[in-house]
């Protein structure tokens, strides 16, 4: 996953790095529109098919989206 780093995610889904940050840590809940930009672009760049419910749960992110990030990001 070189070069696909925690900011370039923020950059591409048009969200700060902190923001992101607050997400990935459970301190910020994205909207709708805002999970589902960051779901697609980790699909997308990783050449899955992820739905928001395999991060999020009420668009709250999951304690398994921290693990992912720092695995892939």
């Given at each position: ?10 950059e591409i889904v048009d969200i ?15 909207s709708p529109i805002r999970a ?38």
């Amino acid at each position: 996953m070189a070069g696909f780093t925690s900011k370039k995610l923020a950059e591409i889904v048009d969200i700060t790095p902190n923001y992101l940050s607050q997400i990935v840590q459970g301190k910020a809940s994205p909207s709708p529109i805002r999970a589902q930009a960051i779901i697609d672009a980790l699909s997308a760049r990783l050449g899955e098919s992820f739905t928001i419910g395999d991060f999020f749960f009420d668009v709250s992110v999951k304690k398994n989206a921290t693990d992912f990030i720092s695995e892939f990001g």
